[in-house]
C-alpha cells in the first residue's frame, strides 16, 4: 500500500474510518501521504465549532450530516497543520500499521445508467431483447434502488452467490419453458464506477436542485460494482 502515497499530497486531504495499533477501535481519519491522521487526536480541530466527539464515531455518518462548510473547514486545517509540520505524533500512525473500515452507514444507494451502450444492453440482460435506448434516457439520468447490503469496504471477502434462474433464459421469461433450478452465478459481470456521497440530510418531501446539490455532497468514491451472472446464454432472476 505504500506505493500509492503519490496520490495522497496536500490537495487531496481525504475522510475516511479506521483503526490501528495504537487506535484500537475504528474512528474517523484522514490521510496525508502514508500517514493516517486519526482526527480526535488533533486539538486544532476542537476549535471549528464542531459537536463534541464527532471524530470517535465508527463512522463518518455525523460528520458527513453537517455540510460542506464543516469538511472544507476541516481540510483547511489539516493543510495548514501539514505545511507547519504541526500534526501531533499521538494521531499519526503508518498506513501499514492501520485497518481501513467501511467509513459509512449506508441506507440508501441508486444505481445511475449513464452510458447508452449500458442503457442498450440492460433490456437484453433482463428480458432477453432490447429495444434501444429508453425513452427517457435522453432527458434525464435513469437510476434504480441497488442493494446497498452488499456494499464492503476493499479487501471483504466476497463469497460466490447462489440464487434462481431460468435454465432456458428468454424462452422462460416469455412462458415457453418452465424450467427454474437455482444454484451458484457462473459468470460475473464487473464496472469501474464513480460514487457520490450525500452527506447532508434532505427531509422526506423536499427536492434539490442540481444548482445546489454540491451542498449536500460530502464527498466521491471510486466504486467496483460487481453482477452476478448464472450463464451467459441465461437469464438471471435473483442475483448478487
Known amino acids: 500500500m505504500t506505493g500509492f502515497s503519490s ?20 474512528q474517523c481519519v484522514s490521510r496525508f501521504e502514508n500517514t493516517v491522521i486519526f482526527l480526535a487526536e488533533v486539538p486544532a480541530l476542537s476549535s471549528l465549532g464542531l459537536p463534541a466527539n464527532i471524530f470517535t464515531h465508527a463512522s463518518l455518518n455525523a460528520f458527513a450530516a453537517l455540510g460542506r462548510p464543516a469538511s472544507q473547514k476541516v481540510r483547511a486545517t489539516l493543510q495548514e497543520l501539514i505545511k507547519s509540520d504541526s500534526l501531533p505524533k499521538e494521531a ?34 433482463l428480458m432477453g431483447f432490447s429495444r434501444g435506448l429508453p425513452p427517457a434516457y435522453l432527458h434525464h439520468p435513469l ?13 471483504t471477502p466476497i463469497r460466490r452467490p447462489r440464487g434462481q434462474y431460468f435454465t432456458y433464459g428468454a424462452e422462460g421469461l416469455q412462458g415457453k419453458r418452465k424450467d427454474v433450478t ?3 452465478v457462473r459468470w460475473m459481470d464487473y464496472e469501474l464506477e464513480m460514487g457520490v456521497i450525500i452527506g447532508k440530510e434532505i427531509p422526506t418531501g423536499e427536492y434539490v436542485h442540481a444548482t445546489k446539490a454540491n451542498e449536500n455532497i460530502f464527498g466521491f468514491v471510486l466504486q467496483n460494482d460487481w453482477s452476478c451472472k448464472y450463464q451467459k446464454d441465461h437469464l438471471q432472476l435473483y442475483g448478487c
Not at 474510518?17 to 477501535?25: L, M, T
Not at 446497498?148 to 479487501?155: L, Y
Open 7 to 26: 496520490h495522497f499530497g496536500i490537495n487531496n486531504i481525504p475522510f475516511g474510518v479506521a483503526s490501528g495499533a495504537s487506535h484500537k477501535q475504528p
Open 92 to 125: 499519526q500512525e503508518d498506513i501499514s500499521a492501520v485497518t481501513m473500515h467501511l467509513p459509512f452507514q449506508v441506507g440508501d444507494y441508486t444505481d445511475f445508467s449513464c452510458s447508452p451502450h449500458h442503457n442498450r444492453n440492460a433490456g437484453q440482460a
Open 143 to 155: 437510476g434504480y434502488a441497488g442493494r446497498c447490503s452488499s456494499i464492503g469496504v476493499s479487501g
Open 182 to 184: 437455482w444454484g451458484p
